[in-house]
């Protein structure tokens, strides 16, 4: 299920890097004021590596359907 979440590193606390694919960091962290145990991307990485996936408002959110398919999938199997 595509989503697009707030995945700026400001809102986001215990990370911990799970794996690396094409370039691209996912990590396990948990939102400093909401759900734990949570696994993504960091939208200022992303910014870099798939500007196309990054909305820019006052909180940095990622489209997580524009991630490569390969990415999506890992994530999935990580959580």
């Known amino acids: 299920s595509a989503a ?4 700026d590193i400001r809102v ?3 990370l911990k890097k799970l794996d690396t694919i094409d370039g691209i960091n ?14 993504g991307v960091i939208a200022q990485e992303m910014q870099e590596k798939c500007p196309e996936c990054v909305i820019d408002s006052d909180i940095l ?17 990580l959580r």
């Open 4 to 7: 697009i979440l707030a995945s």
């Open 12 to 14: 986001k606390e215990n």
């Open 26 to 39: 996912i990590y396990r962290f948990d939102y400093i004021n909401g759900a734990k145990n949570q696994v």
């Open 61 to 77: 959110r990622v489209d997580y359907s524009k991630l490569p398919e390969k990415v999506q999938a890992r994530i999935e199997e």
